[in-house]
Structure formats: structure tokens, C-alpha cells
């Protein structure tokens, strides 16, 4: 990585690895000898390849929205190298302030009025058949050992809860990033910048805002219905049922902390779609 650098952006005096993500890129922040501080990603096998140079994709199509970072350099290769400009001395959540969630409401608003580039997915209403909520019924135990709920509360709610999932409104035309979590955004004198757009997608501009919420909730912030009033309760349905039907597979070896961060959404995700839909609230059995 370091030779990779100094061949396109000159010496590099330091170097430091970064942990941060769910993904197993290799991540780092290099300081150069003329002052700059950048932050590199470098694909590692042909999905992270592919991811990366979706996310390049991106940033070239948003290049004058003041919602992403700079991309300082792009290395096309059999495992691609990102370089985007450094920023650590961002704020990065949790803790959040009502100013923040505002600031992520605005650029998420702004981001759905933004032109697509050609070949993004196009997202279709409805839970499928061999996801969510359809996925957790047909098979229960993996979902059941979370331990969010009673056999009972699910043998009453989860036709429910797949009912209203299958109705859920994905479609539309907007630009959605599809990822948006606190460790994919930050904050610089007040505005939110994104990062990691390799999910982004056309669709119903409310998902993006229905599938941070239950991150936001779980991290101390406001619980999703004052964010999102007018979510409809089939959306919230579709955002639990997605957590649902992955918190409890086995860990993914190459990104061991992604069933955590689900489990985590999950506890807030599931009373969420109960409220949303007049149910029992989910009680663990004990």
C-alpha cells in the first residue's frame, strides 16, 4: 500500500491501520511528507473489488455534493485502491444531538434528489420469499435463539409482521444509499458527509431513513418514530424482518462483527414494527 502511495501522491511518512468498518478491506491513514492526510481502502479479493469500484462509482457520480468526501486518487487494478481525503478530525457518533439527526434527515433528503448514475439496482416493493420475516417463519430456530422473544409472541406476530413486510413500499425513483449507519457517516462544521457506497440503490426515499433508525435508537439516539412519524408500518415491518432473519446466522469469518451490529439493530428494529403495528410488545423468554 505504502509503495502504491508514494508512486501516485509521493513519500508518505507515516502510516497507520485502521479498524474501523464492517468489511474486510484493508484500511489505512497515510500522512505525506508535502502535509496531506489521506485515507486508503485497497480491495483484498474480487467482491471487496467489486464493492470498491461501486463506491468509486459513486463518489465520481456525486463529485459536487457537499455530502461526500474528496477522492483524492482512484488505482485500477485486480484489487483497486480508493484514496479519499482524511477524515479523522471529523466528528464521528455516537453520542448524538438533535442538530446531527437533522443534519442526516437534510443530506438524506438532498441525496434522494440527486441523478443516478445508470445500472443501479432498482428495488422492488415487498419482502421476497427467502428473506426476512418469509425466511425467519420457515425456519425459526436461528431467530429464536436470540433470544428477543417468546416462541409465543412470534407464533402470534410473525404472520403479522410477514404480512405487512410483504406489502412493504421499496419501489420508487430516488438515490438511496442503502448503508446509512454511524460508522458510514460523520459530521464537519455541521454537515453530515457518507462514505461506503457500495449498496447505493434507486427506491422509496423513506428507507434510507427507516434503516438508520434502529442504529440510531440503539445508540442513545431519538426512538424511530419522533425521526420518522410517518413511516408506514409495513416499512418498519420490512426493516425488522431484515434484521430478523440474519442476527442469528453463524459469523461471517472475514467481517466477525457484522452479526453483532445486526443483533444490536434487531433489539430496536423489532419493538419498532410491534408499535408500528399495534402488537405485543416482544418480551425475551426467561
Same mark, same amino acid.
Given at each position: 500500500?505504502?509503495?502504491?502511495?508514494? !508512486?501516485?501522491?509521493?513519500?508518505?511518512?507515516?502510516?497507520?491501520?485502521?479498524?474501523?468498518?464492517?468489511?474486510?478491506?484493508?484500511?489505512?491513514?497515510?500522512?505525506?511528507?508535502?502535509?496531506?492526510?489521506?485515507?486508503?481502502?485497497?480491495?483484498?479479493?474480487?467482491?471487496?473489488?467489486?464493492?470498491?469500484?461501486?463506491?468509486?462509482?459513486?463518489?465520481?457520480?456525486?463529485?459536487?455534493?457537499?455530502?461526500?468526501?474528496?477522492?483524492?486518487?482512484?488505482?485500477?487494478?485486480?484489487?483497486?485502491?480508493?484514496?479519499?481525503?482524511?477524515?479523522?478530525?471529523?466528528?464521528?457518533?455516537?453520542?448524538?444531538?438533535?442538530?446531527?439527526?437533522?443534519?442526516?434527515?437534510?443530506?438524506?433528503?438532498?441525496?434522494?434528489?440527486?441523478?443516478?448514475?445508470?445500472?443501479?439496482?432498482? &428495488?422492488?416493493?415487498?419482502?421476497?420469499?427467502?428473506?426476512?420475516?418469509?425466511?425467519?417463519?420457515?425456519?425459526?430456530?436461528?431467530?429464536?435463539?436470540?433470544?428477543?422473544?417468546?416462541?409465543?409472541?412470534?407464533?402470534?406476530?410473525?404472520?403479522?409482521?410477514?404480512?405487512?413486510?410483504?406489502?412493504?413500499? &421499496?419501489?420508487?425513483?430516488? &438515490?438511496?444509499?442503502?448503508?446509512?449507519?454511524?460508522?458510514?457517516?460523520?459530521?464537519? +462544521?455541521?454537515?453530515?458527509?457518507?462514505?461506503?457506497?457500495?449498496? !447505493?440503490?434507486?427506491?422509496?426515499?423513506?428507507?434510507?431513513?427507516?434503516?438508520?433508525?434502529?442504529?440510531?435508537?440503539?445508540?442513545?439516539?431519538?426512538?424511530?418514530?419522533?425521526?420518522?412519524?410517518?413511516?408506514?408500518?409495513? &416499512?418498519?415491518?420490512?426493516?425488522?424482518?431484515?434484521?430478523?432473519?440474519?442476527?442469528?446466522?453463524?459469523?461471517?469469518?472475514?467481517?466477525?462483527?457484522? +452479526?453483532?451490529?445486526?443483533?444490536?439493530?434487531?433489539?430496536?428494529?423489532?419493538?419498532?414494527?410491534?408499535?408500528?403495528?399495534?402488537?405485543?410488545?416482544?418480551?425475551?423468554?426467561?
Amino acid at each position: 500500500m505504502r509503495a502504491v502511495l508514494e !508512486a501516485g501522491l509521493g513519500p508518505v511518512e507515516r502510516m497507520h491501520v485502521v479498524k474501523r468498518g464492517y468489511t474486510h478491506n484493508d484500511r489505512v491513514v497515510a500522512t505525506l511528507r508535502d502535509g496531506r492526510s489521506v485515507f486508503a481502502k485497497r480491495a483484498v479479493d474480487a467482491m471487496t473489488a467489486g464493492w470498491l469500484r461501486r463506491e468509486h462509482r459513486m463518489y465520481e457520480a456525486l463529485r459536487d455534493e457537499r455530502f461526500v468526501p474528496d477522492v483524492v486518487a482512484w488505482v485500477e487494478d485486480d484489487l483497486p485502491i480508493l484514496v479519499l481525503e482524511d477524515l479523522s478530525d471529523a466528528i464521528w457518533p455516537p453520542p448524538w444531538d438533535r442538530a446531527q439527526v437533522e443534519a442526516v434527515l437534510s443530506v438524506l433528503t438532498d441525496l434522494a434528489q440527486c441523478r443516478a448514475p445508470d445500472g443501479l439496482p432498482r &428495488l422492488v416493493d415487498g419482502e421476497q420469499p427467502d428473506e426476512g420475516w418469509h425466511r425467519v417463519l420457515a425456519e425459526p430456530s436461528e431467530f429464536l435463539s436470540l433470544d428477543v422473544c417468546a416462541v409465543d409472541w412470534l407464533e402470534h406476530a410473525g404472520p403479522l409482521l410477514c404480512a405487512a413486510a410483504a406489502a412493504a413500499p &421499496l419501489a420508487g425513483r430516488a &438515490l438511496l444509499h442503502c448503508d446509512v449507519r454511524s460508522d458510514n457517516l460523520c459530521f464537519r +462544521r455541521g454537515a453530515a458527509l457518507l462514505v461506503d457506497w457500495n449498496l !447505493a440503490s434507486i427506491g422509496n426515499p423513506q428507507l434510507d431513513v427507516a434503516f438508520w433508525l434502529p442504529s440510531l435508537a440503539a445508540e442513545n439516539g431519538p426512538p424511530p418514530e419522533s425521526v420518522l412519524p410517518d413511516c408506514p408500518p409495513e &416499512l418498519a415491518a420490512y426493516v425488522s424482518g431484515f434484521f430478523a432473519c440474519r442476527a442469528g446466522q453463524a459469523e461471517i469469518p472475514h467481517a466477525p462483527l457484522v +452479526r453483532q451490529v445486526q443483533r444490536q439493530q434487531l433489539q430496536t428494529a423489532l419493538p419498532w414494527a410491534a408499535r408500528a403495528l399495534n402488537l405485543p410488545s416482544p418480551v425475551p423468554h426467561r
